[in-house]
């Protein structure tokens, strides 16, 4: 399981089944994970998801136990902004 901060500031965490050169990336049982300073965290499934390889900032490994014991409900934070060039 794979998470990726994309250049707006989205958090899409997903299973990564394939990418290219280019590094666009294409992640199954995928999900977005909204942030909010009021809230806990909302999670938007997406499903099958293709992210284009220039709109993404970065990408990570989850650990999976770690990532299923998070208490999205209890977490609070502002949402990322988008990168500047």
Do not use: C, W
């Not at 990564?16 to 992640?27: A, C, P, R, Y």
């Amino acid at each position: 399981m794979v998470s990726v901060v994309t250049a707006d500031g989205r958090i899409i965490v997903g299973t990564l089944k394939g990418f290219d050169q280019t590094i666009n990336l294409v992640l199954d049982e995928s999900h977005e994970r909204v942030y909010s300073a009021g809230q806990g965290v909302e999670q938007v499934i997406l499903g099958l998801y293709i992210i284009r390889g220039d709109n993404i900032a970065v990408i990570g490994e989850l650990d999976d136990d770690t990532d299923h014991g998070l208490d999205f409900q209890n977490i609070k934070a502002d949402p990322l902004n988008a990168v500047v060039h």
